[in-house]
């Protein structure tokens, strides 16, 4: 069984930064590929940023110098790093992370896995 957990969201003033954090436990071979996605009420789910195991990273345009996506490969955890929010970026957060589990046998197929959510919203 594997799990994502996120941690870090809440309320902040326009400006203002936050770090949200998001774990992957369980049963876990190998982590490839994590992002962060979004989404805002009445709007479709947004990838804002990924990065690869080897520490390649891509942000949306509307973040892009704002958050900074980061991993512990150690610790099987994800971090974003938002900075200058902006009312825009309310929504709820969730991680998504490219999992290999660690089952009997030899499998090395990998699954994409979510976390809960954590609600991020930024007053104006």
């Known amino acids: 069984q594997v799990q994502l957990v996120e941690s870090g969201g809440g309320l902040v003033q326009a400006g203002g930064s936050l770090r949200l954090s998001c774990a992957a436990s369980g049963s876990i071979r190998s982590t490839n590929a994590m992002a962060w996605y979004r989404q805002a009420p009445g709007k479709q789910r947004e990838l804002v940023a990924t990065i690869t195991i080897g520490g390649s990273t891509n942000y949306v345009d509307s973040v892009k110098g704002r958050f900074t996506i980061s991993r512990d490969n150690a610790k099987n955890t994800v971090y974003l790093l938002m900075n200058s929010l902006k009312p825009e970026d309310t929504a709820v957060y969730h991680c998504?992370?490219?999992?290999?589990?660690?089952?009997?046998?030899?499998?090395?197929?990998?699954?994409?896995?979510w976390g809960q959510g954590t609600q991020v919203t930024v007053s104006s």
């Open positions: 998504n992370a490219e999992i290999v589990p660690l089952v009997p046998g030899f499998s090395f197929v990998a699954h994409y896995y």
